[in-house]
């Protein structure tokens, strides 16, 4: 079991920065890949960013250039820093992990809007 707890959440202005920072506690030496995915209003939840245990990441298009992924694998940490926010970069914020047989875990989600 991974136990996921996030924080970093809140209201920005269109262009502002956030971080988001997710804790893993549990069975964290069973965790391969650490990610973030969001869930918009209407909308199913997506990928934003991951990276796997070895430091590889990948960022879907849409935030490309704005928002980066990191681990601290020491830590069992995960962060998403955010700059240039968007008002459609407004969602709900989850942290996942997925172990290295396959499970999934979520954490509570946080929720990022950007508004004037």
């Known amino acids: 079991q991974v136990q996921l707890v996030e924080s970093g959440g809140g209201l920005v202005q269109p262009g502002g920065s956030l971080r988001l920072s997710c804790a893993a506690s549990g069975s964290i030496f069973s965790i391969y890949i650490m990610a973030w995915y969001r869930q918009a209003p209407g909308k199913q939840r997506e990928l934003v960013a991951r990276v796997t245990s070895g430091g590889s990441t990948i960022h879907v298009d849409s935030v490309k250039g704005r928002f980066t992924i990191s681990r601290d694998n020491a830590k069992s940490m995960v962060y998403l820093q955010m700059n240039s926010l968007k008002p459609e970069d407004t969602a709900v914020y989850y942290c996942?992990?997925?172990?290295?047989?396959?499970?999934?875990?979520w954490g509570q989600g946080t929720q990022v809007t950007v508004s004037s």
């Open positions: 996942n992990v997925r172990t290295y047989n396959g499970e999934d875990y």
